[in-house]
């Protein structure tokens, strides 16, 4: 069973820059056909300061901080058992390359289910710009299989 | 892309369906790159083995992006306020994921008028994947 001792645990908040080249390359792992999502001049055409950040970035955003914390290695969880359960987003300010995006991430709650076979991990990050806008919020269960 | 508005729209309409390309192992060595989630059971079969998995398969979350590709051909991304899914089976090596969405409900909310999506993802072999719920603004 996970230390339930975690829950409640907010991490530092961690800075990443959201970075031309990687929105590039997500949107060719992607398959991403919409020329606004790796085109400048199309971004720009329809409105956006530089190229936007695709709905789902926000969490690669959380993935690309730097996590000093690891709390998914402090619980004593094995990357190998992991399986994502739930993943939600809600929207604010728009995200473009060249912002730079702060996330803090808390555990809202650990439980198991049956009889311990698996664990939960809720996690809940809150997400903002260099100008202290709210660019969005995201809840991520993660699902951890035992035996 | 042509203006969805919300008077045009009716409970039980679906959307133009999304299908992505196969989801080669290169593709989720690309995704490993592009999207920071370097957990090795999405491209590395020797450790996906030892993890008691028969094979590789698809980060959740490369389906999700396809989902998201579903609500951004249908309207402009800023007009997404919420949304959210479960995954609910594992999405194997060599799949074609095809979403879909069906306008569920209308309300107004926050001074704006929305309508609800039921969105779902199933491989061409049938299984199915994920399923949310999505809440976009219309004009």
Redesign the interface.
């Given at each position: 069973m996970l230390d339930r001792s975690f829950i409640g645990l907010e991490t530092k908040p961690r800075a990443v820059e959201v970075e031309k080249g990687q929105l590039r390359s997500f949107a060719a792992a992607t398959g991403e056909k919409n020329p606004i999502y790796f085109d400048e001049a199309a971004a720009r055409a329809a409105g956006h300061r530089s190229l936007p950040a695709p709905p789902t970035f926000l969490f690669c955003l959380a993935s690309l901080a730097p996590d000093g914390e690891n709390v998914i290695a402090r619980l004593g969880v094995d990357m190998g058992r992991v399986l994502h359960g739930e993943q939600s987003f809600t929207y604010g300010e728009p995200i473009h390359a060249g912002d730079t995006i702060t996330l803090k991430t808390r555990i809202s709650d650990i439980y198991d289910k049956r009889g311990g076979a698996l664990d939960f991990i809720v996690q809940d990050t809150e997400a903002t710009n260099q100008n202290g806008q709210s660019v969005g919020l995201t809840r991520t269960v993660i699902v951890v299989r035992n035996g | 892309m042509a203006t969805i508005t919300y008077h045009a729209v009716d409970v039980g309409e679906t959307l133009p369906p999304h299908e992505?390309?196969p989801i080669t192992r290169h593709?989720l060595a690309?995704?490993c790159?592009?999207?920071?989630?370097?957990?090795?059971?999405h491209v590395d079969i020797d450790?996906?083995r030892?993890?008691?998995m028969p094979d590789v398969f698809a980060?959740?979350?490369?389906s999700?992006?396809?989902l998201?590709?579903l609500?951004?051909?249908w309207v402009?991304?800023?007009q997404?306020?919420?949304?959210?899914?479960?995954?609910i089976a594992?999405t194997p090596v060599h799949a074609k994921v095809l979403c879909t969405g069906r306008v569920v409900e209308k309300f107004e909310a926050d001074g704006e008028r929305r309508v609800r999506l039921a969105i779902d993802a199933h491989t061409d072999g049938g299984i199915h994947t994920l399923s949310?719920d999505a809440i976009i603004a219309l004009p």
């Open positions: - | 992505s390309r593709v690309l995704y790159g592009a999207s920071g989630d370097h957990n090795p059971i450790f996906a030892k993890a008691g980060h959740g979350m490369l999700m992006a396809y998201a590709q609500l951004t051909g402009p991304q800023d997404i306020r919420q949304w959210g899914v479960r995954f594992i949310g």
